[in-house]
């Protein structure tokens, strides 16, 4: 049985904490799919077809790395998928607890899915996409936290 894992998220835009996440399980899964969550209620700067566009960009030279966007509760994602694995970062201690509820919840909705987790690399710890999108917004240098292909 081939072991597919989700990493759920916004990626507005993808940042290199995100990068760093996806190509480090690449060797811990036969497939991960890069799923962009997309909620109405929640307005994006970026579009999802950017969005999408540059996450197929950064990972067009792993074979088992894809984009895909969803709506709806990431669990059904999974079902639809055949995922059995949930893939999150870790960065601090408040995402751990943000991280707990989800991952105890989804466990609850469904025992056959897991979340796993990894440590971000130390000097990804405090990039986010809501601070990249400050200073882009701003007009700072953003080579330091996000790839080299989104091109905003
Ligand atoms: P959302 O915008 O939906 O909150 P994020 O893009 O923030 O989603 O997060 C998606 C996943 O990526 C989460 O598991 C989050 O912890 C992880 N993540 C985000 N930034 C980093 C980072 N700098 N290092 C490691 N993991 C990260």
Known sequence: ?????????????ITLGHVSIVKRAASLFDKIIVAIGVNSSKKSMFSLEKRKEWIAEVFKDYDNVEVESYTGLTIDFCKKTDAKYILRGLRTAADFEFER????VNFMMDEDIETVFLL????????????VRDVYKNGG?????IPPEVIL
């Open 101 to 104: 509820g989800i991952g105890q």
């Open 141 to 145: 240098d953003l080579s330091k936290l």
């Open 120 to 131: 971000t690399e130390a000097k990804y710890t405090p990039i986010n996409s809501s601070i």
């Open 1 to 13: 049985m081939s072991k597919i894992a989700i990493f759920p998220g916004s990626f507005d835009p």
